[in-house]
C-alpha cells in the first residue's frame, strides 16, 4: 500500500478525527481469539470428560460382567464336565442338589453300542439322586447294534432305583492329564459317530484316579458292561470312574482304591470356598470429579516477625491491602479413585488417588523489562534478596492481563467418612481427609518486595505439600449404581512456597464433587 | 510482545491485542454495518495477524501491518457477504436524504465516524479506502474488483455526501470550497 501525499485538508482532517476513535471490543471477541488459538487450552474439560466415560465404562462393565463367584461356579462347573463344550447340559451345577453328571477324562470308541436315556435330561429335580446323598450313581446304558446318533445332550440320569445301565465299551484309553482328550463314541463300523468330548486342562487336573493308575491304560471290555459311578459326598468328584471289579485287574483297582481323595476333597473344598466368597460389603470403590472454584489466603510466618525486627519492614505480604493488587479466582478440577472400608457402624476409612489442579489469577499488566527483588529470610533469619526481570506490573495501570498461579498435583488421601443419617437407598456422608500430595506442574508469579511487580519463578513452589478435605455427600443408588454428590471444600494445609519465602500462601478450593460407585 | 506473538505466548497475544484492538475496532466499525459485524471483522482480523506475524519484518511500525490485515479482512468479509457491491450502483445513492434527526449528536471522533458510518456501504467503503486508509483509486479498484473511474465517481459523491452531513451537524462551515472542521479539537 502506497500512502498518498496528497490528501486534502478535507481528507487529513478526516483521517485524523477517524483515527482516533477507539472502541473497547467486548470479551466475547478475545474468547473467539484465544480458542482459536490454543484449542489445546481446552484439555482440563475433556480431561475430566475423558474420566467420566471411563469411569462410566468401567462401572458399566462391571455391572454388566459375571460376578466373581459366578466365574467360579462356572470354573467349577467346567472342571466337573472337563469343559466339555458340547455337553455342558449334562452337568447340573445346582450344588445344593448335588446333582453333578460325571465326565471321562479318557477317549475311546463303542462298538456298536447306544446310549439310552431312561429319563429326561433337561429336569434337575429328576437328575438329582435322592436316594443317596452321598453316592450318587449314574448309569449310562449303551446297547449294541443300535446305530442312531444321539447328542450329547441326549445324554441323561437314569434312575438309580433302575440301577441296570451299563456301558458297553470296546475300547477305553486314557491320555495323558493336561491334555486335550477326546471321547469319541462311535459305532464298530465306525459310520456314525455318536458325540464328541473335548476335555481340556483342569478337567484332567481334576482327575487324580486317572493321574495315578490309568495314565495311557487301556482297559478292553470288549462286549462286556462298565458301572460308571460318579460319587459325591458334600462335594463334587466327577471323574471318578470305578470299572467293575471283575473286569479290571486287581493291581488297577488296587490303584483306584489308593487314590488321594483327601488331595480331592482339598480341591473340591476350595472350589466351594471360592463359590461362597462373596463381594465384601464393606469395601467400596467410588469415582469422582469435581470442579472447582480456586482461590487463596494469604499470612506471614510467625517466625519472621518475631525473630528480626526488621523483617516485616522488608517483607511484603502478597495480600497487603496498600498495593490494591487484584486476584481472581480460576476454575479447577479434582478427579480420581476413593476407597472406602467400614470399620465402625458408622465410620469408614478412606483412601485413594486423587488429581488436582489448582490456582488464581493476579491481574497484572505488561511493562517494558525491568529489575525486580525478592526478599528472603533463611533459617537464622538473615534476610537476602534475589533479583529478577520482570516485564509484568503490578496491575494497576489499564490494560490488564492476568498471571496465573496454579499447581497440579496427585495426592493420596487418607481419612474418615462419617455416616450422618441415611437408609439403603439415600444417605449423607461427612468426609474428612488428609491428602499427602506431589506437585506435577506448577507456575507462580509473585509480588516482588516493593510490591510494584511481579516475578515469574516457579522454582519457589514446593513440590511435596500436604492438603485437607473436607466434603459432606449425598449418595443414592439408581439403576445399581450409588452417586454421590456434594460440596467439596480443598485446603492446603502447607504453604505453596518453600520455606525461605516469608509469606505463606494457602490454595483455597470450593468445589462440587459427583461420584459414583457400584 | 512480537516474540511472545511468535512464541505463541497467550499472554503476549492478550498484551497485543489489548494494545490495538480498541482502534482496530474503531477501524472495522467504520467498515461495518453494525457493531457485532465489526467485532466478528475484529476477530478475524487479529486470528490472521497472530497467524501471519512471522511475516512482520520490523521495519515499519507494528500498528500500521496491523491495521493493514485489518482492513483488508473487513473489506473480504465485505466482498464474501456481497454487502457493498450492490450498493456501488450510482442510482441506489442518488436519493439518499439526510435529516437532522440521522446525524448524532456526538463529539469529535465518534461524531466523525458515525456521521461516515450513515453513507451507504459502497460510499463508504471507498471514502474510507481513499480518505482515511490512503489508498489510490487504482489500488481500490483493485481491491474492490470495480473500475477505477467507479472509484473516482464513488468517491466523489461519498464526499459531497458526507460534507452535506457534517455541514447540517455544524461541523463543516460552508462554503465547500473553503471546507474547515470546526470544533476538531478536544
Given at each position: 500500500m502506497e500512502r498518498r501525499f496528497d490528501m486534502s485538508d478535507f481528507e487529513r482532517s478526516l483521517k485524523d478525527h477517524a483515527d482516533q476513535f477507539k472502541l473497547v471490543p467486548s470479551k466475547r471477541v478475545w474468547n473467539g481469539i484465544y480458542n482459536n488459538l490454543h484449542?489445546?487450552?481446552k484439555w482440563p474439560s475433556i480431561s475430566i470428560a475423558i474420566v467420566l466415560i471411563i469411569t462410566l465404562i468401567s462401572i458399566g462393565n462391571l455391572n454388566n460382567s459375571p460376578t466373581h463367584s459366578n466365574k467360579n461356579s462356572q470354573l467349577t462347573a467346567n472342571n466337573m464336565s472337563g469343559k466339555n463344550e458340547s455337553s455342558d447340559?449334562?452337568?447340573?451345577?445346582?450344588s445344593s442338589k448335588k446333582n453333578v453328571f460325571q465326565k471321562h477324562a479318557v477317549s475311546g470308541q463303542f462298538q456298536n453300542t447306544n446310549i439310552i436315556s431312561k429319563?429326561?435330561?433337561?429336569?434337575n429335580s429328576k437328575n438329582s439322586?435322592?436316594?443317596?446323598a452321598d453316592k450318587v450313581s449314574q448309569n449310562i446304558v449303551m446297547k449294541e447294534n443300535n446305530n442312531e446318533k444321539i447328542s450329547a445332550s441326549s445324554l441323561a440320569v437314569p434312575d438309580v432305583s433302575k440301577n441296570k445301565n451299563f456301558i458297553n465299551w470296546q475300547q477305553i484309553s486314557f491320555e495323558e492329564p493336561n491334555k486335550q482328550a477326546e471321547n469319541n463314541f462311535s459305532n464298530e463300523n465306525g459310520n456314525q459317530e455318536l458325540t464328541t468330548y473335548s476335555n481340556r486342562n483342569r478337567s484332567i487336573e481334576s482327575l487324580p484316579v486317572i493321574q495315578n493308575s490309568l495314565l495311557s491304560e487301556t482297559i478292553n471290555n470288549s462286549k462286556n458292561e462298565i458301572l460308571v459311578h460318579a460319587s459325591f459326598?458334600?462335594?463334587?468328584?466327577?471323574?471318578q470312574i470305578l470299572p467293575p471289579s471283575n473286569n479290571i485287574s486287581n493291581t488297577d483297582s488296587k490303584a483306584i482304591n489308593n487314590t488321594d481323595f483327601n488331595s480331592q476333597k482339598a480341591t473340591a473344598t476350595a472350589n466351594v470356598k471360592k463359590i461362597k466368597?462373596?463381594?465384601?460389603?464393606n469395601v467400596e470403590w467410588t469415582f469422582y470429579a469435581a470442579p472447582t472454584i480456586g482461590t487463596v489466603s494469604f499470612s506471614k510466618k510467625g517466625n519472621t516477625t518475631v525473630s528480626s525486627s526488621n523483617v516485616s519492614s522488608v517483607i511484603i505480604l502478597?495480600?497487603?491491602?496498600?498495593?490494591g493488587l487484584k486476584r481472581t479466582a480460576k476454575i479447577g478440577f479434582e478427579t480420581g479413585a476413593e476407597m472406602s472400608y467400614k470399620i465402625f457402624r458408622k465410620f469408614s476409612f478412606i483412601t485413594g488417588a486423587n488429581f488436582t489442579y489448582s490456582g488464581y489469577n493476579n491481574m497484572s499488566n505488561l511493562i517494558h523489562p525491568t529489575f525486580a527483588s525478592l526478599n528472603f529470610v533463611d533459617r537464622n533469619s538473615i534476610i537476602y534478596s534475589k533479583s529478577y526481570v520482570t516485564n509484568?506490573?503490578?496491575?494497576?495501570?489499564?490494560n490488564r492481563i492476568p498471571l496465573t498461579n496454579y499447581s497440579f498435583e496427585v495426592s493420596v488421601p487418607v481419612g474418615l467418612k462419617y455416616n450422618i443419617w441415611g437408609n439403603e437407598k439415600i444417605q449423607i456422608n461427612a468426609v474428612s481427609t488428609v491428602d499427602p500430595s506431589i506437585v506435577l506442574k506448577k507456575n507462580a508469579f509473585i509480588i516482588s518486595s516493593d510490591g510494584k511487580y511481579y516475578i515469574n519463578d516457579?522454582?519457589?513452589?514446593?513440590n511435596i505439600n500436604l492438603a485437607g478435605h473436607f466434603g459432606s455427600y449425598i449418595s443414592f443408588s439408581v439403576n445399581k449404581i450409588k452417586w454421590h454428590i456434594g460440596p467439596d471444600i480443598r485446603y492446603q494445609?502447607?504453604?505453596?512456597?518453600?520455606?525461605?519465602?516469608p509469606s505463606k500462601e494457602h490454595f483455597i478450593d470450593y468445589g462440587i464433587r459427583i461420584g459414583i460407585s457400584r | 510482545m512480537v516474540q511472545g506473538c511468535l512464541d505463541n505466548l497467550s499472554i503476549a497475544q492478550e498484551a497485543l491485542y489489548n494494545r490495538f484492538s480498541p482502534r482496530m475496532l474503531g477501524v472495522c466499525y467504520r467498515y461495518a454495518r453494525n457493531r457485532e459485524d465489526a467485532e466478528d471483522m475484529l476477530q478475524e482480523g487479529f486470528i490472521k495477524i497472530y497467524s501471519q506475524?512471522?511475516?512482520?519484518?520490523?521495519?515499519?511500525?507494528l500498528e500500521g501491518w496491523i491495521r493493514k490485515i485489518i482492513v483488508h479482512t473487513c473489506i473480504n468479509v465485505l466482498k464474501k457477504n456481497k454487502k457493498f457491491s450492490d450498493s456501488l450502483d450510482l442510482i441506489h445513492a442518488s436519493g439518499i436524504e439526510i435529516s437532522e434527526?440521522?446525524?448524532?449528536?456526538?463529539?469529535q471522533a465518534k461524531q466523525v465516524v458515525e456521521c461516515i458510518r450513515l453513507l451507504p456501504i459502497g460510499y463508504r467503503t471507498v471514502l474510507n479506502l481513499y480518505?482515511?486508509?490512503?489508498?489510490s483509486h487504482k489500488e481500490i479498484s483493485a481491491i474492490l474488483e470495480i473500475e477505477e473511474s467507479t472509484s473516482r465517481s464513488q468517491y466523489t459523491r461519498a464526499r459531497s455526501l458526507l460534507e452535506e452531513i457534517l455541514i447540517k451537524k455544524k461541523i463543516l462551515q460552508k462554503p465547500h470550497e473553503t471546507v474547515r472542521m470546526v470544533s476538531m479539537s478536544r
Open positions: 484449542p489445546g487450552s447340559q449334562l452337568v447340573d451345577n445346582n429319563q429326561p435330561s433337561n429336569s439322586f435322592e436316594s443317596d459326598p458334600e462335594f463334587v468328584n466327577p471323574f466368597r462373596k463381594k465384601n460389603k502478597p495480600n497487603d491491602p496498600s498495593f509484568y506490573g503490578n496491575g494497576q495501570s489499564p516457579a522454582s519457589l513452589v514446593r494445609l502447607l504453604s505453596t512456597y518453600k520455606s525461605y519465602y | 506475524i512471522h511475516q512482520y519484518n520490523g521495519s515499519g511500525a434527526n440521522n446525524i448524532p449528536s456526538m463529539l480518505a482515511i486508509e490512503g489508498f
